[in-house]
Each structure stands twice: as C-alpha cells, then as structure tokens.
C-alpha cells in the first residue's frame, strides 16, 4: 500500500505563488507515475497535473500549462506542484495521487490507485 501526505496549502492573492508537496510512503517501489487533481465546491474532479515517476515526463492540464510546474523526487518520494501567477478559479481542494499501474491515461481519475487527503487552496481577488 502507498500512503500520501499533502502539505503547503494556503491563502494567497491573486497573482501569487504556492508550492504544494506530496510525500509517498509504503511500498512506493511499484509507483509509475503521480498526479495532482483538485475539487472545487459543487464541481467535480479535475485533472491538474501528473509525472511518470521513472521519467519524470510531465502532462498538464490546459487550464494550468505555462503556470504550474510538476516535478519529482525519487530519493524523497515526493512529488511537488509549483503553482505561479493563481487565480481566483484554481481555488479548490487539491489532492495529490500515486498510480501503480504503467500505461494509463495521466488525466483519468481512474489511473490512480492512491489518493491523499487533500489541501485546501485559496485564491483571493
């Protein structure tokens, strides 16, 4: 099993920066790749970020690409989610996900076999 913990979640302005982490733990050995999705009230999940962990090879969403940045640490089991220039609209919860399967689609809710509890993101006006 693969454990995850979230940190860096916040508060910030429009226009700022946060940097979100995601340890994994447990038998990481079999981790292909890891992503981030986020949930906002009343909507549903959504497809962030995600890096195959071997290659480091990274995959965005449209809504984010040219302004977060994932990135991993194999030593560490961490992977990392650099979020520049927000907006009010990236506010939501945003859960961190480890896939033990290779060869699935990086943006399917259904490629990931672990979640993390999620951290709360705030985008002020």
């Known amino acids: 099993q693969v454990q995850l913990v979230e940190f860096g979640g916040g508060l910030v302005q429009a226009g700022g920066s946060l940097r979100l982490s995601c340890r994994a733990s447990g038998r990481t050995s079999s981790t292909y790749g890891m992503g981030w999705f986020r949930q906002a009230p009343a909507k549903e999940r959504e497809f962030v970020a995600a890096?195959?962990?071997?290659?480091?090879?990274?995959y965005y969403a449209d809504s984010v690409k040219g302004r977060f940045t994932i990135s991993r640490n194999i030593l560490t089991n961490t992977v990392y989610l650099q979020m520049n220039g927000l907006k009010p609209e990236d506010t939501a919860v945003y859960f961190c996900?480890?896939?033990?399967?290779?060869?699935?689609?990086?943006?399917?809710?259904?490629?990931?076999?672990?979640w993390g509890q999620g951290t709360q993101v705030t985008v002020s006006s």
């Open positions: 996900a480890a896939s033990t399967r290779p060869g699935l689609l990086p943006a399917g809710t259904g490629t990931y076999d672990y």
């Open positions: 890096i195959n962990w071997s290659g480091g090879n990274p």
